[in-house]
């Protein structure tokens, strides 16, 4: 796989799991619904930075990990492919219906200033393992060979962050109509099949890949 084929598969795959509907997406058409979209721009940006941080802790323990052995490599590979095959499996199986926030400690409220929602957005991703789980799992399967892993790793975690701010900013210039068309349970349980099916790729890829 060339480094064009891995960006463009990735923007591909990346773009799939930006648009579909989760607790960041949720947080900021919450935030720009009831809040305001200032406040909703610096939650898309506390969200981002909380996936950058896991992107670089991920990108340098895996490209320590890959270069040191074997063994890791191949538990790794199978405990990633695992994990995306019952994901994919648990979303076809039974996807939401509804969109649902889950209650966070520390919610920052309408009187509070914009830095707040920041760091609200931040510590939601930062205290999220399944964020760091999914670059692991999914990162390694888009770095061609003849790159520095780390680098390479840390810059598919940017892109998917840079996805993620677009997406955001879009969710907020059309927050009341489109978060209308994504609340709708057939939306909701088209996008989770649909990604419990990239998942599932995405795993099989990984259970075949080698070092």
């Known amino acids: 796989m060339t480094i064009t ?5 990735f923007l591909l795959a990346a773009g799939v799991l930006t648009i579909t509907p989760g ?3 949720v947080m900021v058409l919450r935030t720009a619904t009831l809040e305001g979209p200032r406040r909703a721009v610096f939650a898309a940006l506390g969200i981002g930075l909380g996936c950058l941080v896991w992107g670089a802790a991920v990108a340098l323990g895996l ?9 890791a490599f191949t538990g790794l590979k199978w405990a990633g492919a695992a994990y995306l095959v019952w994901l994919g499996v ?3 199986r039974k996807p ?4 649902a926030l889950p209650e966070a400690r520390g919610e920052a409220t309408v009187h509070e200033g914009a830095m707040a929602w920041l760091r609200r957005g931040l510590f939601t991703n930062l205290l999220n393992p399944k964020v760091g789980v999914f670059y692991i799992t999914l990162l ?3 770095v061609p060979g003849g790159v520095h892993v780390a680098s390479y790793t840390f810059l598919l975690a940017a892109i998917h962050v840079v996805l993620g701010l677009l997406w955001g900013v879009a969710l907020i210039a059309a927050s009341v109509p489109l978060g209308r ?6 939306v909701v349980k088209a996008l989770d099949r ?11 890829r990984l259970a075949l890949a080698r070092r």
């Open 63 to 71: 490209g320590a990990l890959l270069a040191a052995s074997e063994l």
């Open 194 to 204: 649909l990604t419990g099916c990239v998942f599932i790729v995405f795993g099989a």
């Open 23 to 25: 607790v960041d997406t």
């Open 181 to 186: 068309t994504l609340s709708r349970p057939p």
């Open 5 to 9: 084929q891995s960006l463009l598969t």
């Open 96 to 99: 939401r219906a509804v969109l």
């Open 140 to 142: 390694p399967q888009f």
């Open 90 to 92: 648990g979303l076809i």
